[in-house]
C-alpha cells in the first residue's frame, strides 16, 4: 500500500499571504496525484488532479506542482473562504489512499 | 448538473447489514467509473470500493462489501454485510473517469452509517 503523508497537520496563515502544502508519497506514483478541498458539513472537492492540472471552476490561486513522491499545493493569496482541510490522494495504484489532510486556517 | 445523492445510511447494530445506494444524474452513467469512500467521524477520507474495468476493495472491507451499479436507473450500490462499530462513518459516492484515472470529481454529499448496539 502506498501511504500518503501530509505536512503540517495545521497551517495558519495572514489572508492575502501564500500557503504551501506537502503531500509525500512513500513510492513512486508519477503525477497520478489530486488534492481536495473539505469544508465542515461538506463533501471534498476536487482542486487538482495529475499533480498540476485545476479541475473545472477551481480559482487560478491554487496550483499544484510534484512528481514521483513529493508534491505541493500552492495558494498563492489566502482567501477566507479558504479555510478548509486539504487531502491529497495518490491513483497510481491499488489501492487508492489518501494523506491524513492538512488544516488550513487564517491567522 | 452532475449530481449524486446517496440514501441509505441509518443506525445498525454489529454484524447487521445495510445497502447504500447513490443516485446519479446529470451525466451518462455508463462512460465513467464510480467509488464509495468513507470518513469516520472527526476523521480524515478512506476509499473503500471503486466498479470500474472490475471491482475493487479496502482490505478493511473486502469480503464483507459488495459494490455493485444499475445502468438503467443510473444507480450505484453498497451492499455491507458484517458490519463493525469501526465502520460507523459518512459515506460518500464519488465519479472518477475509469482506469489510471481515479480521481474522483463529483462526490455527493454522504449518507451516514453508524454501527453501534
Known amino acids: 500500500e502506498i501511504v500518503m503523508t501530509q505536512s503540517p497537520a495545521t497551517l495558519s496563515v495572514s489572508p492575502g499571504e501564500r500557503a504551501t502544502l506537502s503531500c509525500r508519497a512513500s513510492?513512486?506514483?508519477?503525477?497520478?496525484l489530486a488534492w481536495y478541498q473539505q469544508k465542515p458539513g461538506q463533501g471534498p472537492r476536487l482542486l487538482i488532479y495529475?499533480?498540476?492540472t485545476r479541475a473545472t471552476g477551481v480559482p487560478a490561486r491554487f496550483s499544484g506542482s510534484g512528481s514521483r513522491t513529493e508534491f505541493t499545493l500552492t495558494i498563492s493569496s489566502l482567501q477566507s473562504e479558504d479555510c478548509a482541510v486539504y487531502y491529497c490522494?495518490?491513483?497510481?495504484?491499488?489501492?487508492?489512499?489518501f494523506g491524513g489532510g492538512t488544516k488550513v486556517e487564517i491567522k | 448538473e452532475v449530481q449524486l445523492l446517496e440514501s441509505g445510511g441509518s443506525l445498525v447494530q454489529p454484524g447487521g447489514t445495510l445497502r447504500l445506494s447513490c443516485a446519479a444524474s446529470?451525466?451518462?452513467?455508463?462512460?465513467?467509473?464510480m467509488s464509495w469512500v468513507r470518513q469516520a467521524p472527526g476523521k480524515g477520507l478512506e476509499w473503500v470500493s471503486t466498479?470500474?474495468?472490475?471491482?475493487y476493495y479496502a482490505d478493511s472491507v473486502r469480503g464483507r462489501f459488495t459494490i455493485s451499479r444499475d445502468n438503467p436507473s443510473n444507480t450505484l450500490y453498497l451492499q455491507m454485510d458484517s458490519l463493525r462499530a469501526e465502520d460507523t462513518a459518512v459515506f460518500y459516492c464519488?465519479?472518477?473517469?475509469?482506469?489510471?484515472?481515479?480521481?474522483?470529481?463529483?462526490w455527493g454529499q454522504g449518507t451516514l452509517v453508524i454501527v453501534s448496539s
Open positions: 446529470g451525466f451518462t452513467f455508463t462512460d465513467y467509473a
Open positions: 466498479i470500474s474495468d472490475g471491482t
Open positions: 513510492q513512486n506514483v508519477d503525477v497520478a
Open positions: 464519488a465519479r472518477s473517469r475509469g482506469p489510471g484515472e481515479h480521481w474522483f470529481d463529483p
Open positions: 495529475a499533480s498540476s
Open positions: 490522494q495518490q491513483y497510481s495504484a491499488w489501492p487508492l489512499t
